[in-house]
């Protein structure tokens, strides 16, 4: 059984998966939505790293800082330097308050010193009508759902999150390199979990079947149509990549006193 839902909205079905027999029959499919949930919620809704293993993580999509075709902000410096004047006039939009986008712009404003206002809107579409409107001035959005607008020339991007360029959009700048820290590397992603104790031998065969589909020409082609990368990766990847999502955007909820309240 697979369950792909929002966080918190659907712990139920998550704890449905949790509490399954650890026979490799039942999986769950999480985003990094799990991993902000962490932190995000007081108490949080369930433990990831308690509750499930990793079996492969199988694809990402990064964040764009994105402009309407005409805004006067050609460059990254140009949007930090007008936020640095306006002194949080600006308007930022993001699609959902605690998901990767809204953190990836508290992420960059701790990151840059830039002061801005964010404006969180229910839905990727409602911030792309947002921005073309001059609602806000800038927004932090996927690659997924603004791949469209990007094609069709109506926004121009600043920056991408990821810390290389993407094979997608590579002659957008990174905000690592445009900043100069490395370690800024801000994507959302897919990943395959079992519940707690399934063993070994399970997670790794099914590691190896979900790599040999990954694998496949045409998949690769269709994550790359919908403006996604494949990952894969091995299981202990999987997990290493959920442990440090959940303590680096613990560290940005912390610092940027992140509340949905």
Partial sequence: M?????????????????????????????????????????????????????????????????????????????????????????????????????????LFKLSSKANFTIVPYKTASVVSTALLAGEIDVA???????????????????????????DLLPAVPTVAELLGIPSFDVTAWGMVVAPAHTPDAIVQRLNRDIQRVLGQPEVVQKFKDAGQRVLGGTAAQARDLLASEITRWGNVIAEAKVSLK
């Fill in 2 to 106: 697979w369950i792909t839902a929002p966080v918190p909205a659907a712990s139920g079905a998550i704890n449905q998966v949790a509490a399954a027999a650890p026979d490799g029959h039942t999986l769950l499919l999480v985003g990094a939505g799990a991993a902000i949930s962490q932190s995000l919620f007081k108490p949080a809704p369930f433990d990831m790293l308690k509750s499930f293993v990793p079996v492969s993580t199988l694809s990402a999509t990064d964040v764009l800082i994105l402009v309407r075709k005409d805004s006067k902000l050609q460059k990254l410096d140009d949007f930090i330097r007008e936020a640095r004047e306006k002194k949080g006039a600006m308007m930022v939009g993001v699609s959902l308050l605690g998901a990767t986008q809204h953190l990836s712009a508290e």
């Fill in 140 to 166: 932090f959005e996927l690659v997924t759902p603004m791949i469209g607008m990007l094609q069709a020339d109506r926004v121009r991007a600043l920056a991408i999150g990821s810390a290389k360029r993407s």
